[in-house]
T-cell receptor
Framework: NAGVTQTPKFRVLKTGQSMTLLCAQDMNHEYMYWYRQDPGMGLRLIHYSVGEGTTAKGEVPDGYNVSRLKKQNFLLGLESAAPSQTSVYFC???????????FGPGTRLTVL | RKEVEQDPGPFNVPEGATVAFNCTYSNSASQSFFWYRQDCRKEPKLLMSVYSSGNEDGRFTAQLNRASQYISLLIRDSKLSDSATYLCVVFNSGTYKYIFGTGTRLKVLA
């Protein structure tokens, strides 16, 4: 079991570029989440999904899009990167709300 | 008011000390409760779930008080390796969201 994996681990973008972050889980979890964490701040929810084909907005969704075409994958897209999107991005999954969620190792993104 | 609140600390304690963290939550319909630890520049990792009857895992004890809407974590015989940020997390079944506190920093000193 690899658990939750994230690709890439690091990335540097220029303002205006686009990219997709991939989250994959092999635990057959229904729920998946994307968070960002900035220095000295807590985790902020970007988007989440409670099942294949479903997505919903979190606390800070602007500038991001997501897709959950397959149960095991949750993609986070940045259409036109901005310096304010420099952050560490964590993906997490859980079987249901009665159980804890498990996190991937994170993607460190810098937008210049 | 934040949905989950924690004292940010830092708590600086000597090795071997007992330290307690509290966390309050505002949504009385919250369904599940957890403590995570996060090391610098790493992902949050589950420390323990919190059950209504209270639960213990080695040196760690978690308590839930639904009436007062707070969760606690007690760490006994602190080790240097316990130095981390401890996150209180509440699951809101109405929104399917895990709500994180901003964390309490613990530093255990030799």
């Amino acid at each position: 079991n690899a658990g939750v994996t994230q690709t890439p681990k690091f990335r540097v973008l220029k303002t205006g570029q686009s990219m997709t972050l991939l989250c994959a889980q092999d635990m057959n979890h229904e729920y998946m989440y994307w968070y960002r964490q900035d220095p000295g701040m807590g985790l902020r929810l970007i988007h989440y999904s409670v099942g294949e084909g479903t997505t919903a907005k979190g606390e800070v969704p602007d500038g991001y899009n997501v897709s959950r075409l397959k149960k095991q994958n949750f993609l986070l897209g940045l259409e036109s990167a901005a310096p304010s999107q420099t952050s560490v991005y964590f993906c997490a999954s859980s079987p249901d709300g009665l159980n804890a969620e498990f996190f991937g190792p994170g993607t460190r993104l810098t937008v210049l | 008011r934040k949905e989950v609140e924690q004292d940010p600390g830092p708590f600086n304690v000597p090795e071997g000390a007992t330290v307690a963290f509290n966390c309050t939550y505002s949504n009385s319909a919250s369904q599940s409760f957890f403590w995570y630890r996060q090391d610098c520049r790493k992902e949050p990792k589950l420390l323990m779930s919190v059950y209504s009857s209270g639960n213990e895992d080695g040196r760690f004890t978690a308590q839930l008080n639904r009436a007062s809407q707070y969760i606690s974590l007690l760490i006994r015989d602190s080790k240097l390796s316990d130095s981390a940020t401890y996150l209180c997390v509440v699951f809101n079944s109405g929104t399917y969201k895990y709500i994180f506190g901003t964390g309490t920093r613990l530093k255990v000193l030799a």
